[in-house]
């Protein structure tokens, strides 16, 4: 459903017992508190103040503006501060059968045209014991098991919506009237495992990007000024490419997330069809996975949204707390069913580690 449809129809999320958390957002060393205001509506981002930003996949966004804001480091992880899952907990709404069922479907419909390429995604939950589980607390595990460029926690409990990201991709950067993207497409363990699809899938979500920013940009200055690049993570390597542009007069917050919204590189291309198949063959909602999540600060007209990849929430909805976590793959004709699930297990094994308690970095890893 795109952003701007859903705002006008968001209804406030079921919740079960929210315990005493206060609410406040961290984006690396950036700390807001003192909540002031919350809104379902894009355009309060062009107004005033520093809000964080939480949309998910399916529409639903999330503005909390926040009266403090400071600069501290993430703090080390306190033992016993998170008591995640056991590690045999996991379940997943896409079994290894469902899945590579779902891989082979969209070669299907790739061979009949409909699409070039669609992302295939699935959820993983998990029950927490501990019914005060606090989202900042799995932050500073992930920071220090899995360090990431957008990392940050998003804590509004009474609202819905307790995120701990560790997000390697940016969805949007604004600064005044320049605004930037940097699509993932390709992972590896190395680079010498990416593959030639894995080229070829990264240069057409940067075609799909280029023209939603289109939409939005004074005609003639989007660029693409990086084109698969190898960036390097824990764990894994990704290939990462950068588009620009220049905002036309008059386009805000609104206009830019109504035309990008969701991401480009977690839908496939054309966007509207792999919309339509990924409705089709997944299962669950992906929920602030494949959304957007991060800051704006409207009195500087800057802000940075990361792509929720790497992200766990907690849903309270049902009453007893539930971790979720998603992890997907971008599906081509090239693509080898085995091999796009292994992609999804090995995006999620260190993560999910880290929050059962099964990983214990070393120093230099």
Known sequence: ???????????APRLGPVHNLTDMARFGSLVATDLRDVTHDPSALDSAGFWAVSADFEGRLTCARFGRVRREPVPEPVPGAWRGPAAHAWTSSLDHAAYTAGVRRIRERIATGEVYQANLCRVLSAPLDDPAADVDALTALLARGN?????????????????ATASPELYLRRDGRTVSSGPIKGTGRTE??????????????VDLVRNDLGIVCATGSVTVPEL?????HPGLVHLVSTVEGELAEGAGWGALLGATFPPGSVTGAPKSSALRIIDELETAPRGPYCGGIGWVDADRGTGELAVGIRTFW?????GSPVLRFGTGAGITW??????????????????LAIASGEYHPIEGT
Do not use: F, Q
């Open 334 to 351: 090239g693509s080898d069913p085995e091999g796009e699930w292994r992609e999804t297990e090995l995006k999620a094994e260190r993560l």
């Open 228 to 232: 698969c690049v190898v960036d390097k």
């Open 1 to 11: 459903m795109p952003l701007t449809d859903a705002v006008l129809t968001c209804t």
């Open 192 to 205: 010498a495992d990416l593959l030639e699809k894995d080229y070829a899938e990264n240069v057409m979500i």
């Open 147 to 163: 360090p990431a460029p957008y990392a940050g926690t998003v804590r509004l409990p009474r609202h819905g919506v307790e995120i």
């Open 314 to 318: 907690i849903d309270r909805s049902a």
